[in-house]
């Protein structure tokens, strides 16, 4: 097998692409799912999704990034046999834990929903239960062409997982819609369990049309002395319990922020039907816009585990540096222009998508704003120090950001005047101190000079021109035409070109970056003639 490895930045743009397209399906399926179910379907169904996320994470978060990781030290080292003999191994060990948590969800799902104190979510936890095992078994795959350097199957499956989970998710939610909200909810959460089913079965396809091809490079390079099944068992323990750890907490602190929001927001005097839809609003509707910008971070963070460990590896110090710089530009580009733009834009935006629902719902989006910029420099910091060996370390940070959450919003959401905006802010502040102790770890263990000012300066200035330019728009065109939805949709596009225009003016992106964009060389190579880059 050729095993042809493609750039970090390449296949950090493969995933992106399909992350987008997962991103954008999942958007569009939850807008016309809030209309549908309203806020409080909107809390049962998040709830449902939290549990998922926790005990996916504790299942599959971890070994298909130690998979990536050995992998691609293998094969770097010219041992193709015994990468694949490591992806064999994880597969066991993966599908073991996968069968096992959602056996355990399924269960005891109203012991679960009603310790978060949302016992409406139990048929929706009923419904997703199932899909941790296929899901779990999806990422040991994932990670097996990832350590190869290969994006394109995980790209693919993604999109496959999330047409399914759309489709089959939308319909199951109206078709049980007449059975109240809290069987609507356990149907769209149902086309999770779908999606990795779909998932599952796109990248055993993928595998066995490549397994000629994986056989034969394992035959090319067959050695005699080979690591045992006990060995490799060990190694990807050790590596993936403190980034199960680590990668647990914000999960764990998910679900624990839905007890809190349902307690603290009832201790402030409102009814459980009152909390529940406050619930509803911070986690289905304004989450959602806050998580979409991560598409292109978390895509980054998988590409640099395998990329910076390949120049750790060859002891290209340097090199992990110059793609650990890039890949903290590369966020800072995407996480400061969503932040302000949700932040100016957040009440026409939530008009916009949710008319039916009270005016609060922009309120809780302009405080969960900021979380953005912190939530992407977390996701691509955490790829970097993986890539360097330092795992623990983001176990550490988490840990920290998560106990910060904690007594924020414990502390913020059962005061009256403050409520919802407490678990907001709570947030916010979390990802904050996560965020700021990884920078200084890369910093610290890379001893680079890594021009931080150089970094965020130019970034900054674009976004703060795109800032004025969407809410100067958007005012002038509401008062002249009178239409929300025309005026948030033009100010949005016009926004955007200004960013990209102010960006190229000030010289504040690199050819590599623009070049990783849908037509980005043919523009690249434009600006290079004109000077502008």
Request: charged share 15%; aromatic share 8%.
């Amino acid at each position: 097998m050729s095993y042809r490895k493609q750039s970090f930045i390449k296949g950090a743009a493969i995933l992106a692409v399909a992350g987008i397209i997962s991103k954008a399906l999942g958007a569009i399926y939850r807008i016309p799912l809030g209309r549908i179910i309203g806020s409080e379907g909107m809390a049962y169904y998040q709830t449902a999704y939290d549990l998922y996320i926790m005990m996916l994470t504790i299942s599959a978060y971890s070994i298909p990034i130690a998979i990536s990781k050995l992998v691609s030290e293998k094969i770097e080292t010219g041992r193709r046999d015994e990468a694949h003999k490591t992806f064999k191994v994880a597969l066991s060990l993966i599908a073991f834990l996968g069968i096992t948590l959602s056996a355990i969800l399924f269960f005891n799902a109203k012991g679960f929903a009603t310790m978060v104190k949302n016992p409406g979510a139990y048929i929706a936890v009923l419904c997703v239960a199932p899909a941790i095992f296929t899901v779990a078994l999806s990422g040991a795959f994932r990670g097996y062409f990832q350590g190869m350097q290969n994006m394109t199957p995980s790209g693919l499956s993604q999109v496959t997982e999330q047409i399914a989970r759309v489709v089959f998710g939308f319909i199951l939610a109206i078709t049980f819609l007449p059975m109240g909200y809290e069987a609507a909810a356990g149907g769209a959460v149902f086309g999770t369990t779908i999606g990795g089913l779909v998932s599952f079965l796109t990248l055993i396809y993928i595998y066995r049309m490549k397994r000629g091809e994986i056989k034969a490079g394992i035959r090319a390079d067959l050695q005699s002395k080979k690591e045992s099944a006990l060995s490799l068992v060990k190694r990807i323990v050790v590596f993936s319990v403190p980034i199960t750890i680590g990668g647990s907490i914000m999960p764990v602190m998910n679900v624990i922020d839905t007890f809190i929001v349902m307690d603290r927001l009832q201790a402030a005097g409102f009814s459980r039907e009152t909390a529940t839809s406050l619930l509803g609003q911070l986690k289905g509707m304004a989450g959602a816009f806050i998580n979409l910008p991560q598409v292109f971070t978390i895509a980054l963070a998988a590409s640099l585990v395998p990329a910076i460990s390949e120049s750790i590896t060859k002891s290209d110090f340097g090199g992990a540096s110059r793609k650990s710089e890039l890949a903290i530009r590369l966020s800072l580009l995407i996480g400061l222009p969503a932040a302000f733009g949700l932040f100016i834009l957040a009440d026409p935006i939530m008009k916009l998508m949710y008319p039916a629902e009270p005016a609060t719902l922009g309120m809780v989006l302009r405080y969960l704003s900021t979380a953005v910029i912190f939530l992407t420099l977390v996701q691509t910091m955490t790829g970097i120090l993986q890539g360097m060996g330092k795992e623990r370390i983001p176990v550490i940070s988490l840990i920290i950001g998560a106990l910060v959450k904690f007594a924020v919003s414990y502390t913020l959401t059962s005061i009256p005047v403050i409520n919802i905006r407490g678990a907001a802010i709570g947030t916010v502040a979390g990802y904050a101190a996560t965020a700021f102790i990884n920078l200084s770890a890369i910093i610290k263990h890379q001893k680079s000079n890594m021009r931080v000012s150089k970094i965020v300066v130019k970034p900054v200035i674009a976004t703060l021109a795109m800032t004025a330019a969407a809410y100067l728009s958007y005012r002038l065109l509401f008062d002249v035409i009178g239409r929300n939805s025309v005026a948030t949709l033009v100010s949005v596009a016009f926004a955007a070109l200004v960013y990209g225009i102010v960006l190229i003016l000030i010289k504040g992106i690199a050819p590599e970056e623009l070049e990783m964009a849908p037509g980005g060389k043919r523009l690249s190579k434009v600006l290079k003639k004109k000077g502008l880059l």
